[in-house]
């Protein structure tokens, strides 16, 4: 089976972009999957992170400059990975770009908030012009059963934009875990926000084999 490649993209800076990029790869890591990263952000945010604490040290991470996401890719496909997590910068580049054309599904997080929306929205249009593959936005930074919470996903839905069912709640187990070079679901398993990232990675692990059988499908002769 080819890797499958899961980019998180938004032209919006502090959205949750790295966050829901590591708690999947971590996730997905503690669960025994081949995965690796990309940190095509020049902040380099992954990898320090990863360097910090022992947890994720084996997980494969390299990082990646415009010119180099596509071989960083295909260096890590070659290496028998089931899944590739990339992570881009806050603003376009060709680097975002590379990881778009190459994304089986793209996660676009954004903080509850008419700007974070609106920049969604434009990423969104982006993406539409570069391929085709399956988009989802996902509410990060949310304060469950907040008003605003439900405005933004109403407001989405109206727009047609696929809002995840899952929501990634503002909790300090979040940069608690990244302080010790980790995530939730290694750094407090039984937590609220463990609880909330394996919901998280099992629809996004849902919405991968529904775009498989989508291609299969698609591929049958008629
Ligand atoms: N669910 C959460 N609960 C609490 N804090 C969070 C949560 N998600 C992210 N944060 C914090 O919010 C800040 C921004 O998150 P993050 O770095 O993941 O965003 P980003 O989109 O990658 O930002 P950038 O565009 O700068 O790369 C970080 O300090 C992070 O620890
Ligand atoms: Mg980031």
Redesign the pocket.
């Known amino acids: 089976m080819p890797a499958k490649i899961v980019s998180f993209v938004?032209m919006k800076?502090?959205?949750?972009?790295?966050?829901?990029a590591m708690c999947l790869g971590a996730y997905w890591h503690k669960s025994g999957k081949k995965v690796g990263l990309i940190d095509a952000?020049p902040?380099g945010?992954l990898v320090r992170w990863i360097a910090a604490g022992a947890d994720l040290a084996d997980m494969p991470a390299i990082t990646a400059g415009p010119d180099s996401v596509d071989a960083g890719i295909d260096r890590l496909l070659k290496s028998g990975l089931d899944h590739i997590i990339i992570?881009t910068?806050?603003f376009q580049s060709e680097a975002t770009d590379a990881a778009i054309r190459r994304a089986d599904l793209l996660i676009i997080?954004m903080r509850p908030s008419p700007i974070d929306y609106q920049v969604a929205i434009d990423t969104a249009e982006h993406i539409a012009d570069l391929t085709s593959a399956s988009v989802r936005f996902l509410l990060?930074?949310t304060t469950k059963g907040s008003v605003i919470a439900r405005h933004m996903r109403a407001q989405m839905e109206a727009a047609n934009a696929q809002p995840m069912e899952v929501e990634?709640?503002?909790?300090?187990a979040?940069?608690e875990a990244?302080l010790a070079g980790t995530t939730p679901s290694y750094y407090q398993p039984r937590g609220a926000a463990a609880r909330e990232i394996a919901e998280y990675a099992t629809e996004i692990g849902n919405l991968m084999v529904a775009r498989r059988k989508k291609a299969r499908k698609a591929s049958e002769p008629v």
Not at 13 to 20: I, M
Not at 168 to 172: E, F, G, H, K, Q
């Open positions: 938004t800076g502090g959205s949750g972009k790295s966050t829901s952000d902040a945010t992570d910068p806050g997080p990060s930074q990634l709640s503002a909790r300090v979040y940069g990244a």
